[in-house]
């Protein structure tokens, strides 16, 4: 089978974990001698069996199955998982009413139509596979559920190191409002806790990096901005915590790395952080409430110490390639898609 993965959002302009995602299915299907590349739209003489796609585009899936190509979406849906029950009950009312009262020709021209015309949806939780379903009406027989996981060789690096006790809590992610990046750095500064972020804006001009900046102290706040893989590791290690309050997210790869590492966690009390299971090792706080996020801050700070365990049972890359496979021979085993639909 020839797999070609496709996405819409340039790395360049937006880096994330949508990225790594991909890049981490890539280099894993390789190494499991799938023959697999990366679209390249400007090459007319590509070809595939299965189209990956980590982006929901009608037009796509159209083409794809025009020329008798199969397609499988790795859907995100992270902030529509994470809205209040109201808000949420309320989208999938409206979604509800759309599909079934509009004619074909009108609801075709929400995006969200072509869902139920992919061969097959992949979900990063399964919080977000049931947002998906309630919200969108995703046929429930076409979904799969595939989490993140961490580096084959990188596994004695993670899992190897001190177990220190209050040393410093790290927070692995980019510097946008979405991380909550400046409340937990008031917060760690208001009480006191060593905070290392690690993570870069998308512009350096940005508003919120610049405020962000301002509270950097290379005591409480200590922003290491991009670090490659050795030195992230290095203070993931030594650290005795692990904090991200985030709005929202999508599976976190930064959750599982410090996951194998065996770090103690305190996330938002939101339907992403709860994805990964009930641990006495992971806390959650309310990312809104400021007052709340200081006095938990510094209570886990307190009684941090890394584990000899992980904080929660990691797969490799390896194994979510393994996954992915399965997915990919149930596709391309299924009766080809009608040229036209």
Same mark, same amino acid.
């Given at each position: 089978?020839?797999?070609?993965?496709?996405?819409?959002?340039?790395?360049?302009?937006?880096?994330?974990? *949508?990225? !790594?995602?991909?890049?981490?299915?890539?280099?894993?299907?390789?190494?499991?001698?799938?023959?697999?590349?990366?679209?390249?739209?400007?090459?007319?003489?590509?070809?595939?069996?299965? =189209?990956?796609?980590?982006?929901?585009?009608?037009?796509?899936?159209?083409?794809?199955?025009?020329?008798? !190509?199969?397609?499988?979406?790795?859907?995100?849906?992270?902030?529509?998982?994470?809205?209040?029950? %109201?808000?949420?009950?309320?989208?999938?009312? =409206?979604?509800?009413?759309?599909?079934?009262?509009?004619?074909?020709?009108?609801?075709?021209?929400?995006?969200?139509?072509?869902?139920?015309?992919?061969?097959?949806?992949?979900? +990063?939780?399964?919080?977000?596979?049931?947002?998906?379903? /309630? #919200?969108?009406? #995703?046929?429930?027989? *076409?979904?799969?559920?595939?989490?993140?996981? &961490?580096? /084959?060789?990188?596994?004695?690096?993670?899992?190897?190191?001190?177990?220190?006790?209050?040393?410093?809590? #790290?927070?692995?992610?980019?510097?946008?409002?979405?991380?909550?990046?400046?409340?937990?750095?008031?917060?760690?500064?208001?009480?006191?806790?060593?905070?290392?972020?690690?993570?870069?804006?998308?512009?350096?001009?940005?508003?919120?990096?610049?405020?962000?900046?301002?509270?950097?102290? /290379?005591?409480?706040?200590?922003?290491?901005?991009?670090?490659?893989?050795?030195? *992230? @590791?290095?203070?993931? %290690?030594?650290?005795?915590?692990?904090?991200?309050?985030?709005?929202?997210?999508?599976?976190?790869?930064?959750?599982?790395?410090?996951? $194998? #590492?065996?770090?103690?966690?305190?996330?938002?009390?939101?339907?992403?952080?709860?994805?990964?299971?009930?641990?006495?090792?992971?806390?959650?706080?309310?990312?809104?409430?400021?007052?709340? +996020?200081?006095?938990?801050?510094?209570?886990? &700070?307190? %009684?941090?110490?890394?584990?000899? @365990?992980?904080?929660?049972?990691?797969?490799?890359?390896?194994?979510?390639?393994?996954?992915? @496979?399965? !997915?990919?021979?149930?596709?391309?085993?299924?009766? $080809?898609?009608?040229?036209?639909?």
């Amino acid at each position: 089978m020839k797999i070609l993965l496709h996405d819409d959002t340039p790395a360049y302009l937006c880096h994330g974990g *949508k990225q !790594v995602l991909a890049q981490k299915i890539y280099e894993n299907l390789k190494l499991l001698n799938v023959d697999v590349d990366y679209a390249r739209w400007w090459d007319p003489s590509q070809k595939c069996d299965l =189209l990956h796609l980590f982006n929901c585009s009608s037009t796509m899936v159209a083409m794809a199955h025009e020329a008798g !190509v199969k397609v499988i979406v790795t859907h995100i849906v992270d902030r529509l998982t994470n809205l209040s029950r %109201t808000k949420r009950f309320g989208r999938q009312l =409206l979604s509800y009413a759309i599909r079934n009262t509009l004619p074909t020709r009108l609801f075709q021209r929400f995006w969200w139509s072509m869902l139920s015309q992919v061969d097959a949806l992949v979900y +990063i939780n399964q919080y977000e596979a049931k947002a998906a379903i /309630d #919200v969108y009406g #995703v046929p429930r027989d *076409k979904t799969h559920v595939i989490l993140h996981g &961490y580096d /084959d060789d990188q596994k004695e690096q993670l899992q190897s190191g001190p177990r220190n006790a209050c040393s410093h809590l #790290v927070s692995l992610a980019s510097i946008v409002p979405r991380k909550n990046t400046i409340r937990l750095a008031k917060a760690a500064r208001d009480v006191g806790v060593p905070v290392v972020f690690i993570g870069k804006p998308f512009s350096e001009e940005n508003a919120y990096y610049r405020e962000f900046l301002k509270l950097v102290d /290379d005591k409480h706040v200590i922003y290491v901005g991009y670090a490659s893989e050795e030195e *992230k @590791i290095k203070w993931l %290690t030594e650290a005795s915590g692990f904090v991200l309050v985030s709005e929202a997210e999508s599976g976190c790869i930064a959750v599982y790395e410090a996951a $194998a #590492v065996g770090l103690p966690m305190l996330l938002s009390g939101r339907p992403w952080a709860y994805s990964y299971g009930k641990h006495p090792a992971i806390q959650y706080v309310e990312p809104s409430d400021d007052f709340a +996020i200081a006095a938990r801050l510094k209570s886990f &700070y307190l %009684t941090s110490q890394r584990l000899n @365990i992980e904080t929660f049972p990691v797969v490799t890359w390896r194994e979510i390639a393994q996954q992915y @496979i399965a !997915v990919y021979r149930s596709v391309l085993a299924s009766p $080809a898609p009608c040229k036209g639909d």
